[in-house]
């Protein structure tokens, strides 16, 4: 866990699906949520991209540019909205 994260885990209840940091060296989003369901990735004011989870709640997306102090929302569609269950800023 990565401990800058827990403000944001207290305030949602959402444990960090993430393993590895998200940096300008390492733009590959590689996470877990729950098994064959779509997650949703944002990247700051940017259209939304629906990624498909694997029989075992793995995701994966490769970024093409990621600057510092991005903003990557990855969110579920709940009927009609989008409910964020995870925010990630890149730190470096």
Known sequence: MRYEYLPYRMKTGYEDPLPDNIT???MVLIGVHAPESNVYIKLNENNRVSIDTDEGGK???AFNNLSVDDVI???VKNGSKYEE???EIIRE
């Open 59 to 61: 995701f994966e997306y």
């Open 24 to 26: 300008t060296d390492n």
């Open 85 to 87: 269950f995870w925010e």
């Open 73 to 75: 929302s990855m969110q």
